[in-house]
């Protein structure tokens, strides 16, 4: 049981925009910075929104991160076949002095 | 750039230790504005935290694992490692080291990471 709520699927078509959603408590979300990470099948995390809605260098802002409350989300837009992977939210939890993840969401473009 | 390379055993035998080392390369492990970690990944399922560690040697663990894990840093050699001991089935994973940026750090997330490295316990 993940301390950080997730929805194990969403899907949509391609060209379309789907959201991934995060849900946490005022240990984690509410008063930390949350990340996002999209794991592609057989690879290591990648990093793709940090402090809740900055993009690294060379991620398309097709992806955006908000947070509100006790709840992230993820967006992303224009989807494409490339985008089908898990996506994982993270964030410290201040109660568990831990670095924490959502179960992830699987990603399908259908 | 930046580099990380997970290497160690994998395959390790039920109640004994598990050990892996990160090495850094194109770049310095010596930074105030980052730490180096651990995170793992058991077959199917999310991503678990195990702990990081500073390039002075200080050390946070995730509560849950703290009795078993040790983390070490070997600024000499751009590396640091994992110990996890008395292992169980339950610790079979793919282990992944990673940076993370302090909160003075321009990117504060773990912003690179290994490929990852399948440890499997098992007699």
């Known amino acids: 049981q993940s301390v950080l709520t997730q929805p194990p699927s969403v899907s949509a078509a391609p060209g379309q925009k789907v959201t991934i959603s995060c849900s946490g408590s005022?240990?984690?979300?509410?008063?930390?910075?949350v990340s996002w990470y999209q794991q592609l099948p057989g690879t290591a995390p990648k990093l793709l929104i940090y402090?809740?809605?900055k993009r690294p260098s060379g991620i398309p802002d097709r992806f955006s991160g908000s947070k509100s409350g006790t709840s992230a989300t993820l967006g992303i837009t224009g989807l494409q076949t490339g985008d089908e992977a898990d996506y994982y939210c993270?964030?410290?939890?201040?109660?568990?002095?831990?670095?924490?993840f959502g179960g992830g969401t699987k990603l399908a473009v259908l | 750039q930046l580099q990380l390379q997970e290497s160690g055993p994998g395959l390790v035998k039920p109640s004994e230790t598990l050990s892996l080392t990160c090495t850094v390369s194109g770049g310095s492990i010596i930074s105030s504005i980052y730490y180096w970690g651990w995170i793992r990944q058991p077959p199917g399922k999310g991503l678990e935290w195990i702990g990081n560690i500073f390039y002075s040697g200080s050390t946070y663990y995730n509560p849950s694992l703290k009795s078993r894990v040790t983390i070490s840093i070997d600024t000499s050699k751009t590396q640091f490692s994992l110990k996890l001991s008395s292992v169980t089935a339950a610790d079979t994973a793919v282990y992944y080291c990673?940076?993370?940026?302090?909160?003075?750090?321009?990117?504060?997330?773990?912003?690179?990471w290994g490929q990852g490295t399948m440890v499997t316990v098992s007699s």
């Open positions: 402090d809740n809605n």
């Open positions: 993270g964030t410290w939890d201040s109660s568990l002095s831990a670095e924490v």
């Open positions: 990673a940076r993370q940026g302090s909160s003075s750090a321009p990117i504060n997330a773990f912003d690179i």
């Open positions: 005022s240990s984690n979300i509410g008063n930390n910075y």
